[in-house]
């Protein structure tokens, strides 16, 4: 009977390592990447603002990333770091500090001394946004073990369910607590170094949210296997966003949207039909101008070879 046991116990830990997969109710589908600005758009707003996120909307953005902590009595607060000093007029810790405390306080004035804009809850941004806004929205935590800004959180979606949101953090015992608590929450696990992306096949994320540059064809494979969801984060300029599209990555955090380039939108252009003086126009994707212009260069550059 013992020997029975260790077994079903040694199947059922094999199985929960090997032979998972997120549900297709657990993710996004989109045609294409969904691109996220990276704590909205902060090049003249205090990041983690309502003015950064409205300014990333009307750039072109449909999601936006925040970091969010919860405030002693229980109030979610958007905010990256959890020492007041680095972006606000106050002092101390803000998971410290009750909301009648922060209420006062100024975000901002490390780029703007004479900033007048407050540190948002997460109730504030949501109100002030479109109701199709998507957020990625990554929860701090002080210590491994805290689970109380993802109890707050749980408790915040509980009431407003409509909320299209991935909910990510850089804590796998974070996500493993939101999958235990809720099976239709859209989790994400955020890793910056390879080391750690071995917890991906123990806490069963939705999404991997890896860094850009650690992102290789093993990991999008072993991706594809468990029907995981890829948003990459650092991806910034033309390069880097291009290939999040050729890769097919679900979502990339974004500081400008300008950057973009669009490689499925047709770019139409008059080429003479052979034999005759007339042009044709064509419309075609640019990948298709690229890709032909690759395969001229390549064919003058062999002819060059075979002539001299």
Not at 122 to 150: C, F, H, Q, R
Not at 212 to 219: E, S
Not at 220 to 228: E, G, I, R, V
Not at 274 to 280: T, Y
Request: charged share 25%.
């Amino acid at each position: 009977m013992s020997l029975f046991f260790i077994l079903l116990i040694l199947f059922i830990v094999l199985h929960h390592r090997y032979y998972w997969k997120v549900d297709d109710n657990n993710r996004y589908h989109y045609n294409e990447p969904i691109f996220i600005s990276h704590r909205g758009e902060k090049s003249d707003k205090p990041e983690n603002t309502v003015p950064a996120f409205k300014d990333a909307l009307d750039n072109g953005f449909t999601w936006i990333e925040l970091d969010i902590i919860t405030s002693k009595d229980g109030v979610i607060y958007c905010s990256h770091n959890f020492d007041l000093e680095r972006e606000t007029n106050g002092s101390g810790y803000l998971n410290e500090l009750t909301s009648e405390a922060l209420k006062p306080l100024y975000t901002g004035i490390y780029h703007q001394k004479n900033s007048t804009t407050k540190i948002p809850t997460l109730d504030e941004v949501v109100s002030s946004l479109p109701e199709n806004t998507g957020y990625n929205i990554e929860i701090k935590a002080p210590i491994i073990w805290d689970m109380s800004t993802a109890r707050a959180l749980l408790s915040y979606l509980g009431k407003s369910p409509n909320i299209k949101c991935i909910v990510s953090s850089f804590n796998p015992f974070v996500v493993a607590y939101l999958k235990l608590f809720s099976r239709s929450i859209k989790t994400g696990f955020l890793f910056q170094n390879l080391e750690y992306y071995w917890v991906t096949h123990w806490i069963h994320p939705s999404y991997i949210h890896p860094r850009g540059d650690l992102i290789n064809a093993q990991m999008l494979s072993d991706a594809k296997k468990h029907n995981m969801g890829v948003n990459a984060w650092t991806i910034n300029g033309k390069d880097a966003i291009n290939w999040c599209i050729d890769q097919k990555i679900d979502g990339a955090a974004d500081k400008a949207k300008a950057e973009r380039v669009d490689k499925n939108a047709k770019v139409c252009k008059r080429l003479a039909v052979p034999g005759s003086h007339i042009k044709k126009r064509i419309c075609k994707p640019q990948r298709y101008w690229d890709k032909l212009q690759q395969d001229s260069q390549k064919l003058s550059q062999e002819m060059s070879s075979r002539s001299s």
